[in-house]
């Protein structure tokens, strides 16, 4: 009798269990099948993951109840095999990720892809990276300036890749609006597309273009021929339940097993993204006329008591209510921020000299601490010795009425919280957290009234992710049109290069003008954060230097201790602190071997592998 192993569809139970196939559900069982198995005395889903398995001698099986559909294929089952070790997760969340939404009992017909799509998008810059990018082969991290449009890049990996193979492509974005954007130029060009998570039949029939969010890294396209991710650094790809897996490293996995092309691309790739391959970037000229002009507003001397509103930015506020089509977007973030120490004479913030992030005063008056890496030094100004620090109050609150009353004119709030895109009227002036990047797709220029507090927010990325914010502010300028010129008011640019710059303006009010993200969008050079990152990151051994993982819940008090026990050289278990423990290794092989070899006490545990928090 033929036996398979299925793994039950229930978080608890990390066993996989044999079962017997009766002869009438033989030709519907494979391996990645959904089935419902008999497990003790309930009777749960489950999913078919080795087939043939050879049966123990004296054993009675049971047999399957039922076949229930179509699973993902035999490669994506191995590739969730992968990602349940190397994020330290149940198989089954992840296979319940790479499963279709709804029951899906039979297949349609394979796409016949018909040749590559017709490629009209003109040569370009985009299209020489294209080039490059083929040329090398594997995993290309592929640097896109934030004006330019990625689609010819979507194009010339479909033209390299479908070429007669039959095997699907696989386009990750990080948003369901993107996806059904470029699904729709891909079908205008005369690409069969799978949107997924909806048209998930179509791409197990194979020999299509799927497109999706993280989800659509596991989509189950049974062979691939190439496959890319737009916008790689988008935090949209971690998930941030256990196991915490990041679609982008699934993604490039899945392509190195198949030994097909994968291209990362993203306008400011981060360490973890220029670790995973290796760099194409275009040529300081192209790269520049990809970013906007950049006005970076130094507030050191201005008086910490004139809050948000510097000067330049007034004028900017004014030059938008002067004239109906115009806008400016204003950012401020709520969530996540820095509270931030200035010195008053000179202006300067208190600032660790190890990691960068904004120092908080320590529990005496004389000492300030680090809240990212717990560095301390003594309360005075690293600048000019002054002991004089007092705490930058930002008055978010009333944000909106304070820029109205400067603008003269109504400002519209958007937030995360408040409601959708067509709900945002056609104000000159709209202030926001970043959702408004996201909401609104068209302005003249984005101001960041409070960059500090993204640049110096002690967590892990912080600098990463606040040029992430900065590209996506290029993006939405860039699609506006208006020359720096236009959205300049009475800004006098910096006559430098103002010509080679995309459209619209970046407007950023800092006390930290230096910082490496305010020069990489001045210069529009992204590479100079991650390089400035790396020694940091170094010296404090954090990711990528190490692979981390934090362990918390109620049973983390037994498992915690388990570990440190098993832990091989060079792995460090530290804590507990507030319940949670801390595991450092020097590569994710040995992190992610030990939490699989160390058995998991029962009760409640998460398990968080790359943490993203910390
Ligand atoms: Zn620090
Ligand atoms: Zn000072």
């Given at each position: 009798?033929?036996?398979?192993?299925?793994?039950?569809?229930?978080?608890?139970?990390?066993?996989?269990?044999?079962?017997?196939?009766?002869?009438?559900?033989?030709?519907?069982?494979?391996?990645?099948?959904?089935?419902?198995?008999?497990?003790?005395?309930?009777?749960?889903?489950?999913?078919?993951?080795?087939?043939?398995?050879?049966?123990?001698?004296?054993?009675?099986?049971?047999?399957?109840?039922?076949?229930?559909?179509?699973?993902?294929?035999?490669?994506?089952?191995?590739?969730?095999?992968?990602?349940?070790?190397?994020?330290?997760?149940?198989?089954?969340?992840?296979?319940?990720?790479?499963?279709?939404?709804?029951?899906v009992?039979?297949?349609?017909?394979?796409?016949?892809t018909?040749?590559?799509?017709?490629?009209?998008?003109?040569?370009?810059?985009?299209?020489?990276?294209?080039?490059?990018?083929?040329?090398?082969?594997?995993?290309?991290?592929?640097?896109?300036?934030?004006?330019?449009?990625?689609?010819?890049?979507?194009?010339?990996?479909?033209?390299?890749?479908?070429?007669?193979?039959?095997?699907?492509?696989?386009?990750?974005?990080?948003?369901?609006?993107?996806?059904?954007?470029l699904?729709?130029?891909?079908?205008?060009?005369?690409?069969?597309?799978?949107?997924?998570p909806?048209?998930?039949?179509?791409?197990?029939?194979?020999?299509?273009?799927?497109?999706?969010?993280?989800?659509?890294?596991?989509?189950?396209?049974?062979?691939?021929?190439?496959?890319?991710?737009?916008?790689?650094?988008?935090?949209?790809?971690?998930?941030?339940?256990?196991?915490?897996?990041?679609?982008?490293?699934?993604?490039?996995?899945?392509?190195?097993?198949?030994?097909?092309?994968c291209?990362?691309?993203?306008?400011?790739?981060?360490?973890?993204l220029?670790?995973?391959?290796?760099?194409?970037?275009p040529?300081?000229?192209?790269?520049?006329?990809?970013?906007?002009?950049?006005?970076?507003?130094?507030?050191?001397?201005?008086?910490?008591?004139?809050?948000?509103?510097?000067?330049?930015?007034?004028?900017?506020?004014?030059?938008?209510?002067?004239?109906?089509?115009?806008?400016?977007l204003?950012?401020?973030?709520?969530?996540?921020?820095?509270?931030?120490?200035?010195?008053?004479?000179?202006?300067?913030?208190?600032r660790?000299?190890?990691?960068?992030?904004?120092?908080?005063?320590?529990?005496?008056?004389?000492?300030?601490?680090?809240?990212?890496?717990?560095?301390?030094?003594?309360?005075?100004?690293?600048?000019c010795?002054?002991?004089?620090?007092?705490?930058?109050?930002?008055g978010?609150?009333?944000?909106?009425?304070?820029?109205?009353?400067?603008?003269?004119?109504?400002?519209?709030?958007v937030?995360?919280?408040?409601g959708?895109?067509?709900?945002?009227?056609?104000?000159?002036?709209?202030?926001?957290?970043?959702?408004?990047?996201?909401?609104?797709?068209?302005?003249?220029?984005?101001?960041?009234?409070?960059?500090?507090?993204?640049?110096?927010?002690?967590?892990?990325?912080?600098?990463?992710?606040?040029?992430?914010?900065?590209?996506?502010?290029?993006r939405?300028?860039?699609?506006?049109?208006?020359?720096?010129?236009?959205?300049?008011?009475?800004?006098?640019?910096?006559?430098?290069?103002?010509?080679?710059?995309a459209?619209?303006?970046?407007?950023?009010q800092?006390?930290?003008?230096?910082?490496?993200?305010?020069?990489?969008?001045?210069?529009?050079?992204?590479?100079?954060?991650?390089?400035?990152?790396?020694?940091?990151?170094?010296?404090l051994?954090?990711?990528?230097?190490?692979?981390?993982?934090?362990?918390?819940?109620?049973?983390?008090?037994?498992?915690?201790?388990?570990?440190?026990?098993?832990?091989?050289?060079?792995?460090?278990?530290?804590?507990p602190?507030?319940?949670?423990?801390s595991?450092?290794?020097?590569?994710?092989?040995?992190?992610?071997?030990?939490?699989?070899?160390?058995?998991?006490?029962?009760?409640?545990?998460?398990?968080?592998?790359?943490?993203?928090?910390?």
């Open positions: 009798m033929r036996v398979v192993r299925v793994v039950p569809d229930v978080a608890g139970i990390a066993k996989e269990f044999d079962y017997l196939v009766p002869p009438e559900l033989s030709d519907q069982v494979r391996v990645g099948t959904s089935v419902r198995v008999a497990l003790g005395s309930r009777r749960v889903a489950g999913w078919v993951v080795t087939d043939e398995v050879e049966q123990p001698a004296g054993m009675s099986l049971r047999p399957l109840l039922a076949v229930r559909g179509w699973g993902p294929p035999p490669a994506v089952v191995e590739l969730c095999r992968w990602a349940a070790w190397r994020w330290a997760g149940p198989l089954c969340r992840l296979l319940a990720t790479a499963s279709a939404p709804t029951l009992r039979s297949l349609p017909p394979a796409a016949s018909g040749g590559p799509p017709e490629t009209t998008s003109p040569m370009g810059p985009v299209a020489e990276l294209a080039e490059e990018a083929l040329a090398g082969g594997g995993v290309a991290v592929v640097r896109l300036a934030p004006a330019h449009d990625s689609f010819p890049l979507v194009e010339a990996v479909l033209s390299a890749a479908v070429a007669g193979s039959g095997a699907g492509v696989l386009v990750v974005v990080p948003a369901r609006q993107v996806a059904d954007e699904a729709g130029r891909l079908r205008r060009r005369g690409a069969s597309v799978a949107l997924l909806e048209q998930w039949a179509s791409a197990r029939s194979g020999g299509v273009v799927a497109v999706g969010t993280r989800a659509a890294a596991l989509a189950p396209l049974p062979s691939l021929s190439a496959a890319v991710v737009l916008d790689a650094h988008d935090q949209a790809y971690h998930e941030e339940r256990a196991p915490t897996w990041t679609a982008w490293q699934v993604v490039a996995e899945r392509a190195r097993r198949q030994a097909v092309p291209w990362l691309v993203s306008s400011c790739p981060t360490l973890e220029l670790e995973a391959g290796r760099l194409v970037a040529s300081r000229r192209q790269e520049r006329a990809g970013w906007p002009t950049v006005e970076v507003v130094d507030r050191r001397g201005d008086d910490p008591r004139r809050g948000l509103y510097s000067e330049p930015l007034v004028r900017l506020l004014r030059w938008a209510a002067g004239a109906e089509g115009r806008r400016v204003c950012v401020l973030n709520r969530r996540g921020r820095a509270r931030l120490l200035a010195c008053q004479p000179c202006g300067e913030l208190a660790c000299a190890r990691c960068g992030a904004a120092l908080s005063e320590g529990r005496d008056e004389r000492t300030l601490v680090c809240a990212h890496c717990g560095a301390q030094r003594p309360r005075v100004c690293a600048r010795g002054s002991a004089r620090l007092r705490v930058l109050r930002v978010v609150s009333r944000a909106r009425e304070e820029l109205e009353a400067l603008a003269g004119t109504f400002v519209a709030e937030t995360a919280e408040s959708d895109a067509g709900a945002v009227p056609e104000a000159r002036v709209v202030v926001g957290t970043e959702a408004v990047l996201h909401r609104v797709r068209r302005a003249d220029a984005v101001a960041f009234l409070d960059l500090d507090a993204e640049l110096l927010a002690p967590r892990l990325g912080a600098a990463e992710q606040a040029l992430a914010l900065l590209a996506r502010a290029a939405v300028v860039a699609a506006s049109g208006a020359t720096a010129a236009d959205a300049t008011g009475a800004v006098e640019a910096a006559g430098e290069a103002r010509a080679e710059r459209p619209g303006r970046l407007l950023l800092t006390r930290v003008p230096d910082h490496p993200v305010v020069k990489a969008a001045l210069l529009a050079d992204p590479s100079l954060v991650p390089a400035a990152e790396a020694p940091v990151r170094a010296e051994r954090l990711p990528p230097v190490t692979a981390c993982a934090l362990v918390s819940g109620q049973a983390a008090a037994a498992y915690g201790p388990a570990l440190a026990e098993s832990a091989g050289p060079g792995v460090e278990v530290l804590g602190v507030d319940g949670t423990w595991v450092r290794a020097p590569d994710h092989r040995s992190l992610s071997d030990l939490l699989a070899a160390v058995p998991r006490p029962p009760g409640r545990l998460r398990v968080e592998v790359d943490p993203v928090r910390g």
